[in-house]
Each structure stands twice: as structure tokens, then as C-alpha cells.
């Protein structure tokens, strides 16, 4: 072998050894991530429930802080929405409450360490606010708290700062009067919980992610009944020029959050919808409606054409997202209490700030007597939307250039029950006139941004 192969030779094993312990890295980078992703799922589940145990067993007084927490200028500190003795609910500083107070509270921080080894570090931070709603009407203000538990990690080389992570719950007061403080009686409801998925509904659990080689696919068509499956842009034909997309089955809720995987590079769920920074923009992306206001829910029986002068022209299915719980199994009846919380992790489209707005519709779907499925919408029992139909959330600037946690409170009256064969809906859209830009996006089915809904009932649950 001559000196010049012998040198080609050891290059050649060289390039190779770095593509392994680079590929090796990424392996430990993302194992790392994953573990640190699922401690803090189960250490933000754990502090939950010892906050609503202290409801449980007639502490509800001590759900409250031990002392003021000290506010901080980190953005990636949830001790930065701390003013003086209120506390921004909203992670983007809106939604200002006064926080709640007592000695023998809980207390504003503390520190842990988890994982196989101990290795997972971080600071749990609490924060207890009076949650303002018609339910609690004076003399009983105060028979709703906000509780905010966040978790931020500790930095790690491996994988550096990352978002800190929160849940929030409201709680009730067990021993409030019955009557107007409606969902203040003397049971504590249970919290039930439903997870987001890209899995459509006529499955019976979520499926594994799937997308093309770039981790995309197009957006789900989620305005026909779960008899549909999946129906995307792929499933749309052009006749005589003019095209029309067949309705599709909505996407799945499930009450088990999405398991530890890879989360790098994130799905596109929405790779048919045009994005101003396809580096960035992922999860789904929903185009403003042509028209302001949140219109009434409704079944698509029939294929969808796009809609008149729309600009860029697409379909109502890409303005709107529904998602349907699997189906309440026989011997069950579930009713709602009327009180909840929509989690939504968001940020504009193009990480450019602007003020944005949303519309969200809780409903219960149900057949007809013809087999046909109908919406019944949850009424809003909060002003100033009270009576409606929908709940709005805004904010001015909505989160950009990072995914950002917004938490919206649903204070509702479902006329009907859960009853066997029904499913509990949510559905999403962007509202015109109150988001300056084209659209917003939203991420869900991925282990560090949990987008839930969680709903309170005294009902025995199915599932």
C-alpha cells in the first residue's frame, strides 16, 4: 500500500469515526431531552394534585403562598410576570390577578433534582390567584383560584436553557354556598383531562406521528364526522376547473399526554398552508377567515370548494381545527360542571409580533336520529361574551419568536349530558378582526408543549 493510500485510508476512517460520535450525540442530546421532558410532565402532574388534595381534605384557605415570590427581569423565569402582589396568568405578561396570600401556604419555590441519576435539575414555581368570574359573585369572592405551578430547568450542556413549562388548574372551594357561585357546591369536581393529537378520531387512541421526510404533512380536514378518516389536500379534485375537497374525519382528544420521543426537528401539520419562515413555523398553521367574529359550529355533510376571494385562496377546513374525545362507552353518563381551562402552546407566523385574537367552541357531538352528527355548543357564562356560544382569547402581541403556553378560561353551561355514543368536541380558529397578520400556529402532540383541555365533573369518568 503506497503512503498516499495509506493517507486517503486514514481520512476516509477518520470522517467516518466523526459521523459516528456525531450521530452519537444527537442520540445522547435528544435521550437527555426526552428524560428531562417526561420528569417534569410527572413533577408538574404531581404538584397539581397535591393542590387540589389540600381542597380535598378542607385546606382550601391554604392554597395560597407562604410569602410574596421575589419577581425576576429572566424571560425564561416565570417570576418575570410577577408585579408587585399580582401575577400575569397569560405567559406573554397579560392577565393581571392579585395572588393569595397566607402563612401557611405553599411555598413560591424550591428546587429538585430527578431522573435515572438524579441528573434533571430544576426550580418548581407556585403562584395562587383569585380567579375573577360571574360564579363567585360577592359575598363569596374568592371560591375560584388560579393555581399556576411552572417548572424551569436547570441549564445542561447537552442540551441548553430550555422553556420553562407550566400547568394550571382552577380550583373550587368545597365549602362555598350553592346557587350563583354555580361549580362552588359542596363536592370538589374532578378534573378531567384531554391531550391534543394528530390522530384522527375514527381511531381509538393516538397513533404514532407520521409525516414525509421533513417530519409534514397537509393540514387535516376536521369538518366531517369521524366516519371520514383522515382527508387532506390530497384527497381534493379539480372537475371542470373547480376543486373540491371531500370532509374529513376531526382529530383525536385523548386523556393520556403524548409519550417521550424525538422532538427535533417539530411536525408540520400543516405543510399545504404557505409559511413565511419554513424554518421555524411548525405545528399547524390556520389562515384568517374573510369575514370577523366566530360563526356558529357546523357538520360539513358535503365536499368544500374554496372560498370566494380569498386571498391566498384556500378552504374554510384550513381556517378552522376540531378535535372529538373517543366515544363515552356504554354505562356512562357524564355531565360537566361548567368550569375549565384550554391550554394552547401558539406564536405568530413568521415570528413576527402582532396581536392576535382566537375564537374556541366546547361542544358536545352527537347523532341525530337519522345518524347524522350534530354540535351542541357550550354557552359562555362569562361577560362580556355571556350567552354566546364561544369563547375568545386575545393578546396584543400574541407570543412570537418562541412557543409560548396560553391558558384560557372556559366558565360554560352544556345543556346536555355525555351520554354512550356521544364525545366531547373542541375546535379552534383564528378570529379576523382582532389578529393583525395572516394567521397564527399552534403546536400539540409533542412532550414539552402539552396543549390540553381540561374540563371539571362530578360524573364517574370512562376513560
Known amino acids: 500500500m503506497t503512503l498516499t493510500e495509506v493517507v486517503v485510508a486514514a481520512l476516509v476512517l477518520t470522517l467516518g469515526s466523526l459521523a459516528v460520535l456525531s450521530l452519537l450525540g444527537a442520540t445522547v442530546k435528544n435521550s437527555y431531552r426526552a428524560e428531562q421532558s417526561q420528569v417534569v410532565n410527572n413533577r408538574l402532574q404531581d404538584e397539581m ?14 392554597i395560597a403562598l407562604s410569602q410574596a415570590p421575589a419577581p425576576s427581569s429572566d424571560p425564561n423565569n416565570p417570576a418575570s410576570r410577577v408585579s408587585g402582589t399580582s401575577y400575569a396568568v397569560n405567559r406573554n405578561g397579560t392577565g393581571l390577578q392579585p395572588m393569595v396570600f397566607d402563612g401557611g401556604g405553599l411555598p413560591p419555590v424550591t428546587t429538585f ?20 368570574s360571574s360564579a363567585c359573585p360577592p359575598p363569596d369572592d374568592g371560591c ?13 450542556s447537552a442540551v441548553g436553557v430550555r422553556r420553562y413549562q407550566e400547568m394550571q388548574s382552577l380550583i373550587a372551594d368545597p365549602r362555598a354556598r350553592t346557587g350563583p357561585c354555580d361549580g362552588c357546591g359542596a363536592s370538589t369536581p374532578t378534573p378531567w383531562s384531554f391531550w391534543l393529537t394528530d390522530t384522527t378520531c375514527d381511531h381509538a387512541d393516538r397513533q404514532d406521528l407520521v409525516g414525509d421526510a421533513d417530519r409534514a404533512h397537509p393540514t387535516h380536514n376536521t369538518n366531517g364526522a369521524c366516519s371520514a378518516g383522515l382527508q387532506d389536500s390530497s384527497n381534493c379534485s379539480t372537475t371542470l376547473g373547480v376543486t373540491s375537497c371531500p370532509p374529513g374525519a376531526p382529530d383525536l382528544m385523548v386523556t393520556h399526554p403524548p409519550p417521550v420521543f424525538s422532538e427535533e426537528p417539530l411536525y408540520n401539520f400543516a405543510r399545504d398552508v404557505l409559511s413565511s419562515n419554513p424554518p421555524e413555523d411548525k405545528g399547524l398553521r390556520t389562515f384568517k377567515p374573510g369575514t370577523d367574529g366566530c360563526p356558529a359550529l357546523a357538520v360539513a355533510t358535503g365536499p368544500e370548494t374554496a372560498i370566494p376571494g380569498s386571498n391566498p385562496s384556500h378552504y374554510r377546513y384550513q381556517e378552522i381545527h376540531k378535535w372529538l374525545s373517543p366515544p363515552i362507552p356504554t ?20 415570528d413576527v409580533p402582532y396581536a392576535g385574537r382566537i375564537c374556541v367552541w366546547l361542544f358536545q357531538r352527537q347523532s341525530n336520529g337519522s345518524g347524522i352528527p350534530e354540535d351542541t ?3 359562555n357564562l362569562d361577560p362580556p361574551l355571556t350567552n354566546l356560544s364561544y369563547f375568545q382569547y386575545s393578546a396584543s402581541p400574541w407570543p412570537s419568536e418562541q412557543w409560548a403556553e396560553v391558558a384560557i378560561p372556559l366558565h360554560f353551561s352544556l345543556s346536555r349530558q355525555l351520554v354512550p355514543g356521544s364525545r366531547l368536541g373542541l375546535a379552534i ?11 397564527l400556529q399552534f403546536i400539540y402532540d409533542e412532550p414539552s408543549y402539552e396543549s390540553r383541555l381540561e374540563v371539571k365533573t362530578d360524573s364517574l369518568l370512562p376513560f
Not at 49 to 62: G, I, P
Not at 429 to 439: K, S
Open 331 to 350: 354505562g356512562f353518563n357524564v355531565a360537566l360542571e361548567g368550569h375549565g381551562v384550554l391550554n394552547l402552546w401558539t406564536r405568530t407566523v413568521g
Open 429 to 439: 380558529q383564528v378570529e379576523r378582526a382582532g389578529t393583525a397578520g395572516g394567521g
Open 144 to 156: 375560584l383560584k388560579r393555581v399556576i405551578v411552572s417548572i424551569a430547568l436547570d441549564p445542561a
Open 377 to 379: 355548543a357550550a354557552v
Open 113 to 132: 433534582s430527578s431522573g435515572s441519576s438524579g441528573d434533571v435539575r430544576g426550580t418548581i414555581h407556585r403562584f395562587v390567584v383569585t380567579e375573577p
Open 49 to 62: 394534585e397535591k393542590v387540589q388534595q389540600l381542597a380535598d381534605n378542607d385546606n382550601y384557605d391554604r
